[in-house]
C-alpha cells in the first residue's frame, strides 16, 4: 500500500473517530438532559455506573464472540485508572452543586492547561507558539459564549480542583495504557469497565441521595423514562469507546481542545430543541472564536514542531562512535 493510500486511510479513520465520539456525546448529553428535566430522574451517578453496566455486558459478549483479543493489564494500573476515571465523575457533580455554573465552566476549561502540565512534565512534549496560542483562542472562545455568572466558594473549589486533575489524570492514562501496554480501546474497557461500574453502582446511589435528597429506588419508573434511561446505556457504549478511540489516536490535549466543538454542538441544538433562550451575539462571536481556534490548532499541532514528543534513547553502538545521544521527536497527527 502506498503512503498515500496510507494517508487516506489514516485521515478517514481519524474524521470518523471524531465523528463517531461528536454524535454520541451530543446525543446522550441531549437524552440526559431531557430525562433529568423533563422526567426528573436526577442521579447522574448512578445512571453513569448504569453507563458502564451496559458497556461492561457488550465486552463481554464481544469476548465471547472472539472479537476482542485476550490481553492483560496489571491490577494496579486498574486500581488507578477506576480512582482517576471516578473521582472525576463525582467530583464534576458535586462541583456543579456546589459552585454556579460560570465557575463550573472556568473549571471545565481549565482541563486544557491541566492536561498540557501533564503531558509537559511526563511525556516531555513541547508546543510551539502557534499551538499555545491556538489552545488560548479556543479557551477565550469557550468561555465567552458559556460564561456567565462566577461565585465561589471554598468547599466547591476544592471539588472543582479534584474534578480537574482526576479527568486530566484519567484522560492521560486512556492514552498512556493504550500505548504502553499496546492494547486496543474496547480491550482497556473490558478491563476497567466492570470496576467503574461496580464501584459507582455501589457508591452512586448514597451519592445521589446526598446530592439530591432524593432515592433511585423510590423514583417512578415509567414506561417512557425507562426507555430513555435504555437509550441513554446504549449511547453511553458509543460515548466510552469513542472517547477511548480518539484519545488513543490522538492525545488527552487534543481530545480536550477539539472535543470543545461538543460545547459548540451543544449550544446550537439545545437552542433548537429547547428554546432560543440566551442565544445573544455574545454567544454566537463566542462560538465562532473557538471555531476558529480549534482549526487553528488542527494545523498548528500537525505541522513539524507544532506539538513534538522528546524521548530519549539508550546510545547504540553506532551513535556511541559519535559520542551522540539521540533525540525522537513525534509530531501530533493531523486532525
Known sequence: MSSAS???RKATLDASSWLFNVVTSVGIILVNKAL???????????????HFATTTLLTLVLK?????????LPISDIIKFVLFANFS?????????????????????SMIPVSCFLEVVLDNVRYSRDTKLSILLVLLGVAICTVTDVSVNTKGFVA???????????????HFL???YSIGSFNLLGHTAPAQAASLLLVGPFLDYWLTNKRVDAYGYGLTSTLFIILSCTIAVGTNLSQFICIGRFTAV?????????????????FIFFGKEGLNLQVVIGMMIAILGMIWYGNASSKPGGKERRSFSIPSSKTQEYGALPVSSEPDEKV
Not at 428535566?37 to 453513569?48: P, R
Not at 465471547?64 to 490481553?71: A, Q, R, V, W
Open 6 to 8: 496510507k494517508g487516506d
Open 36 to 50: 433529568m428535566a423533563k422526567y426528573g430522574f436526577s442521579f447522574a451517578t448512578t445512571l453513569t455506573g448504569m
Open 64 to 72: 465471547s464472540l472472539g472479537y476482542i483479543t485476550p490481553s492483560h
Open 89 to 109: 465523575i463525582v467530583g464534576m457533580n458535586v462541583s456543579l452543586m456546589w459552585n454556579s455554573v460560570g465557575f463550573y465552566q472556568i473549571a471545565k476549561l
Open 160 to 174: 472543582a480542583i479534584i474534578a480537574v486533575w482526576s479527568t486530566a489524570l484519567q484522560q492521560y492514562y486512556v
Open 178 to 180: 493504550q500505548r504502553k
Open 254 to 270: 487534543t481530545f480536550q481542545v477539539l472535543g470543545h466543538m461538543k460545547t459548540i454542538l451543544v449550544l446550537i441544538l439545545g
